[in-house]
């Protein structure tokens, strides 16, 4: 992934500032520090198997996709269930995953639909 494909882009040791002042927009937080917004973002570039691990504190955001192909990426999170300070707070975890409740398309799949994906 490069910068024509929208490379993420971080800003090199945000993170040793540790949590600044945000807000949600469009169900992102969106740093409002001033000083913090003014720091100099870099594109990390990818290539094909490359992995790139950082923490949440670090400043990060997708780069623009200005090219006419797809990005394709994959991201995880995780916590260290051994960080004491981890266990001391009940294992607190920022991000809520759970089934959707309601169908995203009513009425699918039928049961006619279910036999022929399984034929």
Not at 59 to 84: D, Q, V
Request: charged share 20%.
């Amino acid at each position: 992934i490069d910068k024509s494909l929208g490379a993420l882009e971080i800003v090199p040791e945000s993170h040793k500032l540790g949590l600044l002042n945000y807000e949600m927009q469009n169900n992102y937080h969106t740093i409002v520090d001033d000083a913090a917004r003014q720091l100099p973002f870099v594109s990390v570039e990818v290539t094909k198997g490359d992995a790139l691990f950082f923490s949440t504190f670090l400043i990060h955001r997708s780069g623009e996709n200005t090219s006419n192909s797809i990005r394709w990426s994959c991201h995880f999170r995780y916590n260290n269930l051994c960080e004491p300070t981890f266990i001391q707070r009940g294992f607190p975890h920022s991000y809520i995953y759970k089934p959707q409740d309601e169908l995203i398309t009513p009425g699918f799949p039928s049961a006619q639909d279910v036999y022929e994906a399984f034929e």
